[in-house]
């Protein structure tokens, strides 16, 4: 069995799956492009997952073609072994254009999750529907949009509904840390990848400083995913003339930086649904390189980029954008999230309600929809 997943995020998706396949297939070799998460299951990764993480247009071009030598390689192997499935993790760039050629040759194809079709780029549920046997999605509504094309799907839910508690312990959280039970804690996640921590640091830890400067008593963490992350963050941080402001840095723990927060600065992505998982105010924010935003930014189908108001269908929590996330404006924003009361109760009300509407056993029922793919296969292959 062949599984790729191209980022950190893919990885712990992935993760879950194997862990529900494994009850079905203990002793199935397990290959492809991952992570650690997935290595905890058994899992050998061909080639290193960073060599495939990448963001943005205009980004990619200068890894184009190591990461289309990686593919090939991939492709060619996975047609000589003929896998019993291949399950592709998210990073549809990548993905769905192996598990077009995959299916084509007859071998069966997983796509987990689905691409982001009712947010942009429509017109690739063409590619989807030649890619894909079989979708699983983590979003209720995203099931019919699959279903009326033609794509077999299963919504399985969010694994980090299943991963996060309904009610996080921020005490816990603070004693971890090291950080006072009573203090005011405001946390940044500016991204996980080199791209994102390179756009967003300066304006991120510019904003603490103006917040600082409203309450002395603030205290700033910023979890990062690993070594590399973490000394250019220090660089970005030294280049921006920010030295001076005090941010505990933590290596990994972004649940525990989380739960400790009384607001969160975050990047646009999986971590700001992880935050509304936590039931937090937050702050939306993301800039990139401005010729890639120019082009991305006339792609949209609606007017939100955060899951949480995505899923809410309404802002929620303020998005700043390109632009508009200035330090200034960045601290302003989460100067309002500590200060309103009554708006944080009503938050924590509507995240709850998010949470228990993406709760399902994910693990268990994307293994079962992949062994249903496996079943269904016309001929034999190989686990």
Not at 171 to 183: I, K, V, W
Request: glycine content about 8%; overall charge neutral; proline content about 6%.
């Amino acid at each position: 069995m062949a599984v790729v997943a191209g980022e950190v995020s893919g990885d712990l998706l992935a993760a879950r799956l194997l862990g529900g396949l494994r009850e079905h297939l203990p002793r199935a070799r397990l290959h492809g492009i991952g992570g650690p998460n997935m290595a905890q299951h058994g899992f050998v990764s061909d080639w290193p997952l960073e060599r495939l993480t990448v963001r943005g247009l205009f980004e990619i071009i200068p890894r184009y073609r190591d990461i289309k030598r990686i593919q090939n390689s991939l492709r060619d192997q996975l047609l000589a072994e003929r896998p019993a499935v291949f399950i592709g993790a998210d990073y549809p760039g990548f993905n769905l254009g192996l598990e077009m050629q995959l299916k084509a040759a007859g071998i069966p194809t997983v796509h987990y999750i689905g691409p982001q079709i009712w947010a942009w780029r429509g017109g690739r549920i063409k590619k989807i529907i030649q890619a894909v046997s079989h979708m699983l999605v983590i979003f209720p509504f995203e099931e019919e949009i699959y279903r009326s094309a033609g794509v077999p799907v299963t919504y399985v839910g969010h694994p980090l509904a299943e991963m996060i508690p309904l009610q996080p312990d921020e005490a816990a959280a603070r004693r971890a840390l090291g950080l006072p039970e009573d203090a005011n804690v405001v946390t940044l996640m500016p991204g996980s990848r080199m791209g994102e921590l390179k756009y967003n640091v300066a304006a991120f830890v510019g904003a603490c400083k103006l917040l600082r400067q409203r309450d002395h008593s603030l205290r700033f963490v910023a979890p990062m995913a690993g070594e590399k992350q973490r000394q250019y963050f220090l660089e970005l941080v030294a280049q921006a003339g920010l030295q001076d402001v005090e941010i505990l840095l933590t290596d990994g723990a972004s649940h525990t930086a989380i739960a400790a927060a009384d607001a969160v600065l975050v990047a646009s992505g999986t971590a700001s649904l992880e935050v509304a998982l936590f039931k937090k105010p937050m702050v939306i924010a993301y800039k990139m390189m401005r010729a890639s935003w120019e082009i991305m930014r006339h792609m949209g189908y609606q007017p939100w980029i955060g899951l949480p108001n995505i899923l809410a269908r309404e802002f929620l929590v303020p998005e700043l954008l390109q632009n508009a996330a200035s330090p200034q404006a960045l601290a302003d924003a989460v100067w309002e999230q500590l200060s309103d009361a009554p708006g944080r109760l009503r938050l924590a009300q509507r995240f709850t309600e998010m949470h228990h509407s993406l709760l399902r056993d994910s693990a268990r029922e994307s293994a079962a929809a992949v062994m249903q793919v496996i079943a269904a296969s016309p001929s034999p292959s190989r686990l």
